[in-house]
């Protein structure tokens, strides 16, 4: 039972990844990659760790996952409004 | 399938560290430079040396690459080139690189076959005071080269101070920073300090008998004071401050210590007897992630200097 | 199971190697600095697969990355500013809106 859980979880987020880095190749500006890497990336990360935690000996390992998902999500919020800022700052003095 | 693991790793590493050196312009080769330090860190994982993944990971990916974006920022504010002219190799530089790497791969094969430490270690972990081997090897068994690198970082950080100008020498270190008040980076300097100082210290902590110890958990507490100064939450502090130089040269003073101590209990000039030796490593690892983290922290900041003076 | 992780992190590292290409290409800075982000998040991922195979002492070093998962970023930000400490979001008053068709063409 945890053995399928990790499979399915954790290949739904490869195909997020997969997505994600799709789109950061595909879109045609800077502002909708940052959608598809900040969104979709981090969201197949959240999949990868709930698939991982099934495989965990400890709760420590799960409360481990999920506080590195946070940590993630915290840097990805804000590395993609600071990045947008500075996209448009730069896009503006040109 | 995991050999199909190690063959992409390796095959993304080569890739991205050609990037590094091939590709033109200072910026492209920086975020590549980061992207080889994530990869190599993961490769470490793969190899099973953790203490090396995670220095990998908060030296390599982390103030590396920070420090060399400050780097090229202050390059084009002050409007030197920061660029090479394009379609011309700079050929002493080149033929440099290349007779460095010519000495490295002649050294490599010159050396005699590495054997595992496995029987040698196993029999003498026992009397090291920590369970972790590396930790042993690091503060115990080589405790030279671990005392010399703490000072060598002191040193780099005094040199880099060397650069201040006179009349800044009064200020306080790097540039002066502001933010939006209420701002992502400022809530962003306000969230992450609390979680990176408890996972610092638990890193130095668990180096006793788990991969972790000083450099790594010192180095995660530089990131977090650096965060804390670049979202101006923190002032950062004066070269004259008294207790930060003290705290800088803490770690090398409280290992020179326990070295002397070794030698007065008859075990020798670093060579820490077994009755004292968990103790003695213990207090060194905290000495010396204090020294690391502020020593790394000051060398990312920067010599003090006065932003609105050009 | 081992096989089978050992797949989904060959996955991860091929999408973030096509990912480079962004990081090869920019044009902006800002499409650079996305590819290291996304390089951050598919290390994470990786580190999380490789745990239950090397030993969960790898979520350390996942741990120890997320923590400076944004660092470079915010080091970015700070040294592309005007005087080396600022804060893009200070001069919002200076950004204006895009044109409706043009702008969004940097492609």
């Known amino acids: 039972m945890g053995d399928l859980a990790t499979y399915a979880f954790t290949g739904i987020g490869l195909v997020f990844f997969a997505a994600g880095s799709a789109g950061l190749l595909r879109f045609p500006d800077v502002f909708s990659r940052l959608h598809a890497l900040t969104k979709a990336d981090n969201l197949g990360l959240g999949f990868i760790a709930l698939g991982t935690s099934f495989q965990a000996g400890s709760w420590r390992d799960v409360a481990l996952l999920a506080l590195i998902w946070g940590l993630m999500l915290l840097a990805a919020a804000t590395v993609s409004q600071l990045i947008a800022r500075d996209a448009l700052r730069e896009r503006d003095g040109e | ?310 | 199971m081992t096989a089978w992780l050992s797949f989904v992190a060959v996955g991860v590292l091929a999408s973030l190697g096509a990912a480079l290409l962004r990081v090869w290409r920019g044009p902006g800075r800002a499409d650079r600095m996305m590819g290291a982000q996304l390089a951050g998040t598919s290390g994470v991922a990786v580190l999380m697969l490789l745990a239950p195979v090397e030993g969960w002492a790898a979520l350390d070093v996942a741990l120890t990355l997320s923590l400076f998962g944004a660092l470079a970023a915010v080091g970015f930000v700070k040294a592309v500013s005007a005087d080396g400490g600022g804060d893009p979001e200070e001069d919002d008053e200076g950004i204006v809106e895009p044109p409706p068709a043009g702008g969004a063409s940097d492609g």
């Open chain 2, 1 to 310: 399938m995991t050999l199909a693991l190690d063959a992409t790793l390796c095959g993304l590493i080569v890739a991205v560290a050609l990037a590094t050196v091939l590709g033109r312009g200072v910026f492209r080769a920086i975020v590549f430079f980061i992207v080889y330090g994530l990869l190599l860190s993961v490769a470490w994982v793969r190899l099973g040396a953790v203490d090396v993944a995670l220095a990998e990971a908060a030296i390599g990916a982390g103030l590396t690459g920070v420090l060399f974006l400050a780097a090229v920022g202050k390059l084009a504010r002050t409007g030197a080139e920061a660029e090479p002219a394009p379609g011309r190799p700079h050929l002493p530089a080149a033929l440099a690189c290349a007779g460095l790497t010519g000495a490295l791969a002649w050294a490599w094969f010159a050396l005699p076959e590495p054997e595992r430490p496995g029987s040698d270690l196993a029999a003498a972990l026992p009397r090291a005071g920590v369970e972790n081997p590396v930790t042993a090897v690091l503060l115990n068994f080589r405790a030279w080269d671990t005392l010399l690198e703490s000072i060598v970082l002191l040193a780099a950080l005094v040199g880099l101070w060397l650069l201040a100008r006179d009349e800044d020498w009064h200020d306080r270190l790097g540039l002066p920073q502001h933010v939006r008040p209420g701002g992502v980076m400022e809530s962003f300097g306000r969230l992450l300090p609390p979680v990176g100082v408890l996972v610092g210290i638990y890193l130095v902590y668990i180096g006793a008998d788990r991969p972790g110890g000083a450099f790594q958990g010192g180095t995660v507490l530089a990131a977090v004071g650096l965060v804390a100064a670049l979202a101006g939450l923190i002032r950062t502090p004066r070269v004259t401050g008294h207790l930060w130089r003290a705290a800088m040269v803490v770690g090398p003073l409280v290992f020179l210590a326990a070295g002397v101590a070794g030698a007065a209990l008859g075990a020798g000039f670093l060579t820490l007897p077994e009755p004292i030796a968990g103790g003695a490593i213990f207090a060194i690892e905290i000495a010396l992630a204090s020294s690391i983290a502020v020593t790394l922290a000051f060398l990312v900041i920067g010599p003090p200097e006065r932003g609105h003076r050009r």
